[in-house]
Each structure stands twice: as structure tokens, then as C-alpha cells.
Nanobody, 123 residues
């Protein structure tokens, strides 16, 4: 059974850092695109970052570029290092994985999702 589990969320002051992790079970990330998305209350799920399995290229939303870094290994771990956090980064963060080709900034390109981890940034 394919499962993803995020961890590392919490409460942090603006300007601080957090590192989110996502652990895969039932499969490994080898051959999978990996993405991170977030959803704030009342808003749609939005793209944060992704890494392609094909060429290891990374992609970031403009709002997090230069502050967040996505990483992965080819076993069971992916991470999202978040620096210089802002109150507007407050959201539930989800990791996602897929073997399909597609636009990695779109949630519909991903087949497997974790349950999410809450990140709250106080001003």
C-alpha cells in the first residue's frame, strides 16, 4: 500500500526556519516525481516546489523561490527546507508523488498524497 507521511511542521516566528520531511511506505521515490503543495484555510491547494525524477530538475513557486529548497533521495525520503518564513507561509503542507508525466505545478499531476502537516508562522 502506497503511503506518504509528512512531519516537521510546527509554530515558528517570522524569519525562522523549518524542515519538513516526507516518508514513503510501500514504494520508493526512485522513478517518481515529488512535489510539495500547501493549503491555507479558505484557499485552494497551491504549488510550492517539485523535483523531477527524469532529470532531477527542481521547480519552485515564485513566492518561495530563494527561501525554500526541495530535496529527495531515491529511497523513501523527501524534504522541504524552509528559511526566512513569513506569516503568509502559514498553511497545511502536503507532499505528493507520481510516476506520470505532467505539469508538476498542478495537483492533478500527482497520484499519491500525504495527510499534511501544519506550519504556522507568527508575526
Amino acid at each position: 500500500q502506497v503511503q506518504l507521511e509528512e512531519s516537521g511542521g510546527g509554530l515558528v516566528q517570522a524569519g525562522g526556519s523549518l524542515r519538513l520531511s516526507c516518508l514513503a511506505s510501500g514504494f520508493t521515490f526512485s522513478g517518481y516525481n515529488v512535489g510539495w503543495f500547501r493549503q491555507a484555510p479558505g484557499l485552494e491547494r497551491e504549488f510550492v516546489a517539485a523535483i523531477s525524477w527524469l532529470n532531477a530538475n527542481t521547480y519552485y513557486a515564485d513566492s518561495v523561490k530563494g527561501r525554500f529548497t526541495i530535496s529527495r533521495d531515491n529511497t523513501k525520503n523527501t524534504g522541504l527546507q524552509m528559511n526566512s518564513l513569513k506569516p503568509e507561509d502559514t498553511a497545511v503542507y502536503y507532499c505528493a508523488a507520481s510516476r506520470r508525466f505532467g505539469r508538476l505545478e498542478r495537483p492533478e499531476s500527482f497520484d499519491y498524497w500525504g495527510q499534511g502537516t501544519q506550519v504556522t508562522v507568527s508575526s
